[in-house]
């Protein structure tokens, strides 16, 4: 469901959202690309099953791209609204939040009056303030309410991944090489959580397998809000599913599960996670609002 023209005010944001089928996250996105060699490709030009195939076979390693100002102006002129509400992915990891306002200075004395938002983080932990965005629009409610709203969210969620190989991070340059080759020679997963004070990655545990992985990753949730804590649940995966399977069945054992819903990790962010990976964006109970 799109904010719509009735709405005091449209969001938009960028790709480094991950959608998820049940929460109100369907608005105009600038999007991310991605390139192999000298072929690039928009986002939503590409699926995750060509990525997966292309980082298997492709002997270049591709690179991701943040929006252009020209793309979040495009996003921006689709609003259809006098305000618009841009929720952008973590400033601490991507330009994005930088292009975004580029684009703000262009549109000009006609265009809508836009706020920017740095989620601070990104992923399912940004389509989280997405819909807390949306929500607040789709009541009729002002600018700064939908921003006390994502700060709220922001505060309560946590978003945790991990992955099968450090190759992609190491490829990207992403973590040192030296990391990297200690990490495979190991065979450590890291368990890589979003700083809520500098919106960038730090790792918070690790384990000796990619199923011991899943397991700290979901343990780590439970000490974040404590055994027996209703709990939202948003769970991404990459090319097995069930890893998704896996860590909800973890965290039922655990938690009252008020909410959950899955989605794959798009194929932006999935350069450098690579083709296996598992994430999850947790927060306490009811929404804010619902409260």
Do not use: C
Request: proline share 7%; charged share 15%; hydrophobic share 40%.
């Amino acid at each position: 469901m799109n904010a719509g023209s009735a709405a005091p005010f449209t969001v938009v944001t960028d790709g480094g959202l991950d959608v998820y089928p049940t929460l109100l996250n369907d608005v105009p996105v600038a999007p991310f690309s991605v390139t192999f060699g000298s072929t690039s490709y928009r986002m939503t030009e590409i699926t995750r099953e060509t990525l997966y195939r292309e980082l298997q076979t492709n002997p270049a390693h591709p690179t991701s791209a943040q929006p252009t100002p020209q793309d979040w102006l495009v996003a921006l002129q689709t609003a259809g609204t006098p305000e618009v509400l841009a929720v952008t992915i973590s400033a601490g990891l991507s330009g994005s939040h930088n292009a975004a306002d580029q684009a703000r200075q262009l549109l000009g004395p006609g265009g809508p009056r836009v706020t920017l938002h740095d989620s601070g983080t990104l992923s399912a932990a940004q389509a989280f303030q997405v819909h807390a965005a949306v929500t607040a629009a789709q009541r009729g409610l002002s600018v700064g309410q939908a921003q006390e709203w994502l700060r709220a969210v922001h505060q309560e969620t946590e978003l945790y991944f991990t992955i099968e190989t450090l190759e992609y991070l190491r490829r990207g340059g992403r973590i040192g090489r030296v990391q990297a080759t200690l990490g495979g020679l190991l065979n450590l997963k890291p368990v890589v959580t979003v700083d809520h004070a500098t919106g960038t990655y730090t790792n918070v545990g690790r384990a000796r397998s990619y199923r011991g992985a899943i397991q700290a990753l979901t343990e780590q949730v439970t000490r974040r809000y404590g055994e027996g804590t209703p709990l939202r649940v948003a769970l991404l995966f990459g090319d097995h599913p069930e890893d998704a399977d896996q860590a909800l069945a973890l965290l039922t054992a655990r938690h009252p599960v008020v909410w959950s819903d899955r989605t794959g990790v798009n194929p932006v962010l999935s350069v450098h996670v690579g083709p296996r990976a598992l994430g999850v964006a947790a927060a306490p109970g009811a929404w804010p609002w619902d409260r």
